[in-house]
């Protein structure tokens, strides 16, 4: 077993924070961050931007769609359930303009300050979108009946450790 296996069976509330973690970075692991050392700076931010805005949304948009059905939202939780999507692609779209934005840097210009910088802009956005995401979910969550409460519990609990489907 490895030492993040080991980790995420014995701490349940990590587990619960990786899953968060995956959430609203869907669309930063779907990036492809890789194009920003391309030795074309302008063709990597052609084909990254590109990919950048086409990858992510529909992968936040499965993700949305696996939630909504995990979640078991009911016609009178559509309301406050759009808001927490809103916030996911929100969070989504502000991960991928980041990392278009990054293609456009040639790597011979940058330093390692530079790009310890860069990750920093993307903690940070990564930790805003998080606000902005729990502040929706809270407010879906407090309308959730018990049962649905301990689905979501479930959910978020699981939704960290799970292998990503590629079908």
């Known amino acids: 077993?490895?030492?993040?296996?080991?980790?995420?069976?014995?701490?349940?509330?990590?587990?619960?924070?990786?899953?968060?973690?995956?959430?609203?970075?869907?669309?930063?692991?779907a990036t492809p961050v890789t194009a920003a050392y391309a030795a074309d700076p302008a063709a990597a931010a052609q084909q990254g931007g590109a990919e950048a805005a086409n990858a992510p949304a529909e992968t936040v948009e499965q993700r949305i769609?696996?939630?909504h059905t995990e979640l078991k939202i009911t016609p009178a939780e559509e309301a406050k359930w759009n808001n927490v999507a809103q916030a996911m692609r929100e969070n989504a779209a502000a991960m991928s303009k980041l990392a278009a934005a990054r293609t456009l840097q040639a790597p011979s210009s940058m330093t390692a300050i530079d790009d310890l910088?860069?990750?920093?802009?993307?903690?940070?956005?990564?930790?805003?979108?998080?606000?902005n995401l729990i502040s929706?979910?809270?407010?879906?969550?407090?309308?959730?009946?018990?049962?649905?409460?301990?689905?979501?519990?479930?959910?978020?609990?699981?939704?960290?450790?799970?292998?990503?489907?590629h079908t």
């Open 1 to 29: 077993m490895s030492a993040l296996s080991y980790r995420l069976t014995i701490y349940p509330r990590a587990a619960r924070g990786i899953a968060m973690t995956a959430l609203l970075g869907a669309a930063f692991l």
């Open 65 to 67: 769609t696996n939630l």
């Open 117 to 131: 910088k860069g990750y920093e802009k993307y903690a940070q956005t990564h930790v805003d979108g998080l606000k």
């Open 136 to 165: 929706s979910f809270e407010t879906l969550y407090a309308s959730f009946p018990d049962a649905q409460k301990k689905t979501a519990d479930q959910v978020f609990q699981t939704f960290g450790l799970r292998a990503p489907s």
